[in-house]
């Protein structure tokens, strides 16, 4: 057929180094820039030929997030906006690694599998792909890569440039939805997210301008651009401080979400007044974290688990005022705090399970609720609202026959639905959702930290010759492999008062990760001390 001919004459000029063999991990491929091109090449073929399987607009983002700015990587996006499903993933490491030779056998391999009709006259017009830039140097080339690859195979694509990966996610899914879910633009995306975010705010009637200040680290990625351009749109209903705009930091380097979180402080390059509300944004936009500094200069972070529970809160108060009967869970990892379980379980009274890491499988366990709230600890994460949940909410806000006070619960039910991007994590959307809320219920960030005290944690990271040595279950909070290695950490933790510690291979990197916690700080360090000790 004539397009094998273009892939094969293609890929000559998208060689793949003989030998490197890499895998779609957590979150698509990530490495090297310089190790991607065949990769990307390779996610355009299979890009277009998920297209044409599921016959909707497929997205392929370019992206390597938190990482340095000498990496990159790629995911693929599926038709509602969601992480590609996993068979393909392995497709999607067996056309990555398939030797130049063997590309071809490999092609037509997944397109036998999934039996593909790959005549163009039938299906040509639903091949779609978004082939979307981050803010790194390496991206244009690579994303060329990739719309070669979609060329190759005879699939159409649209280049939207820089963009957010949330904001990549929420075109594919209004594109395939027939703008259902909004208008396929990014200017239609901050249209959707800011009108809900002011009716959100009319609610917040005594708030005060100081009140509507935010301080925001845009961690030299493209979440600063964004948020710039989004500004004109929020009607001076939030004034926004933005430092790390990309104008002179590296992009990740000392600022963002990962470097908050991880290294507990506060990034470099921005101006914190004490008492007064941060956040910063990860590499790509698909985080957030909140953190502020007292009077005495020290330092409080509100990570994902903070932001679970004050939107889980104030979705459940807005439930019980609206008298609607939907249930609610809280999804979260290992890696959630365990005052912030013990807290949502005990006092709150939801359903809290607990999934492996990694945003696809949060995301598949809050589908099972009416109303689901999932995030990572990193501060990964967002709401997702079940059909009928939605329709329940709307039937109620546009009822004129409800009383006062259930329909104004309803209406903020609703705005609160449509200031979310319920296609994945997005720190923008997150972040007006959080200012709305604290608006709303008047309250400071030292209230919000007040709601529960997080148990003191240590993160580390180990190198070791074999990290897939380790393997894991019950959600990777505790090792099956290698023999002996969960005894050692049970009785490492018996040690220490409040304790809790697992570790588990990354999925990003070449390391395997530690996390311990405990009643002290530094009971939590030793802890996670010893811990990486009995990994090597
Ligand atoms: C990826 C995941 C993130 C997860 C992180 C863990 C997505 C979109 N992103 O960044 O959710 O927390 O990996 O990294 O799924 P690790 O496996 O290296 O600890
Ligand atoms: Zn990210």
């Known amino acids: 057929m004539a397009e094998f001919q273009e892939v094969s004459k293609q890929s000559g000029l998208h060689p793949k180094p003989a030998g490197l063999v890499l895998q779609y991990g957590t979150a698509g491929f990530r490495t090297n820039a310089k190790d991607l091109d065949h990769v990307m090449f390779r996610m355009g073929l299979l890009a277009t030929l998920r297209s044409k399987k599921t016959k909707a607009t497929i997205g392929v983002m370019v992206t390597a997030s938190h990482n340095p700015e000498e990496d990159n990587g790629v995911k693929l996006v599926d038709p509602m906006g969601e992480m590609v499903t996993p068979t393909w993933e392995g497709y999607a490491t067996q056309l990555a690694n398939a030797e130049q030779e ?19 006259q039938t299906d040509s017009h639903f091949y779609q792909t978004f082939s979307i830039i981050n803010s790194r140097h390496s991206s244009a080339s690579l994303s060329q890569a990739v719309l070669d690859g979609v060329s190759a195979l005879g699939g159409k694509s649209k280049d939207y ?50 009140q509507k200040h935010l301080t925001v680290d845009g961690a030299n990625g493209i979440g600063a651009l964004k948020v710039r351009e989004m500004e004109s749109h929020l009607k001076k209903e939030l004034h926004i401080s933005l430092f790390n705009d990309g104008s002179k930091g590296k992009l990740n380097h000392q600022c963002g979400a990962d470097f908050v979180k991880v290294q507990q402080k506060a990034p470099t390059g921005i101006e914190m007044n004490p008492g007064e509300r941060c956040c910063s944004y990860d590499g790509d936009a698909d985080r957030i974290i909140y953190y502020y ?40 990892t290992a890696y959630a705090n365990g005052s912030s ?20 499988h949060l995301h598949h366990a809050a589908q099972e609720f009416d ?20 329709e329940k909410i709307q039937q109620l806000a546009e009822n004129t026959g409800t009383d006062d006070e259930r329909k104004r619960a309803a209406l903020l039910l609703q705005n609160t639905v449509n200031v979310i991007n319920q296609t994945v994590g997005d720190a923008i959307s997150d972040m007006l959702l959080i200012e709305a809320i604290l608006a709303i219920k008047s309250m400071t960030v030292q209230q919000w930290d007040a709601i529960y005290s997080d148990l003191p944690n240590r993160q580390l990271k180990v190198k070791v010759s074999d990290r897939r040595v380790i393997d894991t279950t019950d959600a990777e909070r505790r090792a099956v492999s290698p023999d002996g290695l969960q005894e050692a950490i049970d009785g490492l933790v018996k040690k220490y008062r409040q304790a809790r510690s697992f570790v588990r291979p990354s999925g990003t990197e070449d390391v395997v990760r530690v996390y311990a916690e405990a009643e002290t700080q530094e009971s939590a360090d030793d802890l996670a001390h010893e811990v990486s000790l009995a990994v090597y």
Request: a neutral charge.
């Open 161 to 210: 440039g820089l963009v957010t990966t949330p904001q990549l996610h929420y075109m594919v899914c209004c594109q395939n939805t027939q703008g259902k879910y909004g208008e396929a633009t990014v200017e239609g995306y901050y249209k959707k997210l800011c009108q809900a975010f002011i009716q959100l705010t009319k609610n917040a009637s005594n708030c005060t301008d100081d």
């Open 371 to 390: 109303i689901g709230v999932y995030f990572e600890a990193n501060g990964h994460g967002t709401v997702l609202f079940s059909k009928a949940a939605q």
């Open 293 to 332: 500094s007292d009077s005495k200069g020290q330092f409080h972070l509100l990570d994902g688990d903070k932001i679970a529970t004050l939107i889980s809160t104030f979705l459940k108060e807005l439930l019980t005022q609206a008298g609607l009967d939907l249930q609610i869970a809280v999804v979260q």
């Open 341 to 360: 379980t013990r807290y949502l379980e005990d006092t709150m009274k939801v359903i809290v399970r607990c999934t492996k890491t990694g945003v696809k």
């Open 102 to 120: 063997d590309l071809l056998t490999a092609l037509k391999d997944v397109i036998e599998k999934e039996d593909i009709n790959m005549n163009k």
